[in-house]
C-alpha cells in the first residue's frame, strides 16, 4: 500500500509541476500485499490531465485519475495475480483511450497467460492479447507513434518482441536484454537501455 501511495504522490508532482501533499482519504483503497512494480517508470502513463498507474502482486489493477491526481477510479483487469512479482509492470496509452499493459510472472517469465492486454476506453476495460502465445513477461511496453496504435515494442530480460497488429501477433527480434525504452514522437529511431548499455534501434 505505501508504494503505491509514493507512486501517486510521485505522479502529483510530475504533472502539477509543483509538490503538493493529498490527504491519504482521497486516495483509492488497496489491497494488503498490492504494489506498484519500478519496472523501468513505465508503470505510469500520462496524457494531458489524465493519469494511469498499474498495480501487482495480490491485485492487477488500473488506478485511473483525470484530474492530476485530485480524484481516482479503479479498473480491474485479467492479469495474472496474486503471487509476489505477478500482474501488470508496463502501461503505454496512444491516446485517450488506447492504451496497453504488459507484465506476467516474474518467477516464470516464459509464462504467456494473462499477461498481455489492450483498452479502448481508456482503461476502463481491458482484452487480454495472443493470450497463451509468447511473448510471455516482459517489462517495458511502448506504442510506436504514426502507426495508429498498431506498432508496439516490448522488452524485458527475455528478449524484444515487436508487433504491428495491434498486439494479435509478435514477433521476437532478438533475445538481447534491456530493462526500458523510449520513442520520440518522430517513430523511427528508439533508445533502449539495459545493465551497463544504452543502445538505438532504428527501422
Not at 75 to 88: A, D, E, L, S, Y
Not at 109 to 134: C, E, M, P, V, Y
Request: proline share 3%; hydrophobic share 40%; net charge neutral.
Amino acid at each position: 500500500m505505501k508504494w503505491v501511495y509514493s507512486i501517486i504522490a510521485v505522479i502529483i508532482a510530475s504533472c502539477s509541476g509543483h509538490q503538493r501533499k493529498l490527504d491519504c482519504s482521497l486516495l483509492p483503497a488497496t489491497f494488503e500485499g498490492e504494489a506498484a512494480f519500478a519496472a523501468s517508470n513505465t508503470n505510469i502513463a500520462v496524457i494531458d490531465n489524465h493519469v494511469w498507474l498499474a498495480s501487482g502482486s495480490e491485485k492487477a489493477r488500473i488506478f485511473h485519475s483525470s484530474d492530476k491526481g485530485t480524484s481516482w477510479e479503479v479498473f480491474n483487469t485479467p492479469f495474472i495475480q496474486g503471487g509476489k512479482m505477478t500482474g501488470i509492470f508496463s502501461i503505454d496509452f496512444y491516446d485517450m483511450n488506447l492504451g496497453v499493459a504488459f507484465g506476467g510472472d516474474w518467477d516464470n517469465q516464459s509464462n504467456n497467460f494473462s499477461n498481455k492486454a489492450i483498452t479502448k476506453d481508456g482503461g476502463k476495460s481491458w482484452r487480454l492479447i495472443n493470450d497463451g502465445r509468447d511473448p510471455g513477461y516482459r517489462s517495458c511496453v511502448q506504442f510506436i507513434p504514426n502507426t495508429s496504435g498498431n506498432g508496439m515494442i516490448a522488452i524485458g530480460i527475455p528478449g524484444i518482441s515487436y508487433t504491428a497488429d495491434g498486439g494479435k501477433s509478435w514477433q521476437h527480434i532478438n533475445k538481447e536484454y534491456f530493462y526500458t525504452i523510449r520513442i520520440p514522437q518522430s517513430g523511427d529511431v528508439a533508445w533502449l537501455a539495459g545493465k551497463n548499455k544504452i543502445a538505438k534501434m532504428q527501422w
